[in-house]
């Protein structure tokens, strides 16, 4: 006697060579022998052989229309003999029973499992629904297969390239696109990367690596939601210095700012100005989120992406011509010998005069008009000289504690952005 039993989900067949209340030993044809529960044996036949049984039931298995199964089906719980002899015929045989079984157990859209060789009809709104979702996803399959032979072709679909990042660098696995190239890849037995170049997807280096950029560190894009920029409410006193920047000329973001007050007296007053849109925006605030969120503005050659929007920037940036918020630093120097005699800090508003250029003045300014020996024709030429001085002396203080000059980088000649950096950016360490 033969018996044919489930095992994990897998048909199998043999000789039965034992059997007790609860289980039944079970040689199969390789010869290896099996203890199978009783519940899990779904058949007993005394021939065809096992193996003739499984080919002949899987043949006519596949010729079973489902729709017509499904209609034949009792709407109460049904055994697979049963339905085989409402299918085929009354006097349904082992194999066509077991045909029945092969067929019901892999269509669960259409019939449910219950065990022990039973099943139930889904409803059929179920039925239709799975229906769908299976020609959907033959459609899906059809589509991926498509993408795939033309980028094998050395043509990327215009879906693929729109996920071109996306699919290089942080794949969804389960996006028809990604499986094309993936299929596509196995095909041309080429990396992904390659495969892409070849199919056209990356047409400038360039843009490769900027995009790939923005789609590492933006990937919710670069541009800024609506904000306003909120004015400052203090009452803060007018400075009676008159302020300039230097910058170059592609600087929209200007944060610092210098002036001299007093040569020729014997004490001149020099004074850093910062900007200070710290006194305007509250903490978490909107303006105060997004800022924390960018948390520094990116610079690159010929381009960068601001940490606030242009139209907050342009609110508190130090534009000539306008009295502006500052956090001041004043340092009162001896002008001959540049010993300091006081400082202080205040929190102002600072009339800015000027907004000086690198770009514009670097072939002008040179060390001896800095030093007198030259004429100097450009502006805030003598407060530049004097910028010159506590520069000199103070990069002479650092290298007495380095202990050694600091290695130049640049030319020679000093040029303006070098003297008034010097003085300003440094200029609270030396003081």
């Given at each position: 006697m033969y018996a044919l039993?489930?095992?994990a989900g897998k048909f199998q067949a043999g000789r039965v060579m034992t059997e007790a209340d609860s289980s039944m030993q079970i040689e199969l044809d390789s010869g290896k022998r099996v203890k199978v529960k009783s519940a899990n044996v779904l058949l007993k036949f005394d021939k065809p052989q096992p193996a003739e049984l499984i080919a002949s039931a899987q043949t006519l298995a596949r010729d079973i229309d489902l729709d017509l199964a499904w209609e034949f089906a009792p709407e109460q719980e049904f055994g697979f003999a049963e339905l085989a002899r409402d299918y085929f015929e009354a006097s349904a045989g082992v194999e066509k029973q077991?045909?029945?079984?092969?067929?019901?157990?892999?269509?669960?859209?259409?019939?449910?499992r219950l065990g022990k060789g039973n099943f139930k009809k889904a409803p059929e709104e179920?039925?239709?629904?799975?229906?769908?979702?299976?020609?959907r996803k033959k459609a899906l399959q059809a589509q991926i297969e498509a993408w795939a032979g033309e980028m094998v072709q050395g043509q990327c679909p215009a879906p693929v390239r729109?996920?071109?990042?996306?699919?290089?660098?942080?794949?969804?696995?389960?996006?028809?696109?990604?499986?094309a190239v993936v299929e596509a890849a196995k095909r041309s037995q080429k990396p992904p990367l390659e495969l892409l170049k070849a199919a056209g997807a990356i047409d400038s280096p360039y843009q490769f690596h900027w995009k790939r950029?923005?789609?590492?560190?933006?990937?919710?894009?670069?541009g800024f939601p609506a904000v306003t920029a909120p004015a400052v409410k203090d009452e803060l006193p007018l400075s009676p210095a008159q302020a300039f920047s230097i910058d170059d000329s592609h600087t929209t973001e200007i944060d610092d700012a210098l002036s001299v007050q007093g040569l020729g007296t014997g004490t001149v007053v020099f004074g850093i100005h910062i900007a200070a849109p710290g006194l305007a925006i509250a903490t978490d605030s909107a303006l105060d989120k997004l800022a924390r969120d960018r948390l520094s503005t990116v610079y690159m050659p010929g381009w960068k992406l601001t940490?606030?929007?242009?139209?907050?920037?342009?609110?508190?940036?130090?534009?000539a011509g306008r009295d502006c918020p500052a956090v001041s630093l004043y340092v009162?120097?001896?002008?001959?010998?540049?010993?300091?005699?006081?400082?202080?800090?205040?929190?102002?508003?600072?009339?800015?005069?000027?907004?000086?250029?690198?770009?514009?003045?670097d072939a002008i300014i040179t060390e001896a008009s800095l030093t007198g020996d030259a004429s100097a024709p450009y502006d805030h030429a003598t407060e530049l000289a004097f910028a010159f001085r506590p520069a000199?002396?103070?990069?002479?203080?650092?290298?007495?504690?380095?202990?050694?000059?600091?290695?130049?980088?640049?030319?020679?000649?000093?040029?303006?952005?070098?003297?008034?950096?010097?003085?300003?950016?440094?200029?609270?360490?030396?003081?």
């Open positions: 039993f489930e095992d077991a045909a029945a079984l092969f067929r019901l157990f892999e269509a669960p859209h259409y019939f449910r179920t039925v239709k629904a799975a229906l769908l979702g299976i020609e729109e996920q071109l990042y996306k699919i290089l660098f942080k794949p969804d696995k389960n996006a028809a696109e990604y499986k950029f923005l789609f590492d560190n933006f990937p919710k894009g670069t940490m606030l929007p242009d139209e907050v920037v342009q609110v508190y940036t130090l534009t009162s120097l001896d002008e001959a010998t540049l010993e300091v005699k006081a400082s202080e800090t205040k929190l102002e508003r600072v009339r800015i005069v000027s907004n000086l250029r690198h770009d514009q003045l000199r002396h103070l990069k002479a203080r650092r290298e007495v504690v380095r202990g050694k000059p600091r290695p130049s980088t640049g030319p020679t000649t000093p040029s303006a952005s070098k003297a008034t950096t010097a003085a300003s950016r440094r200029a609270t360490s030396g003081w």
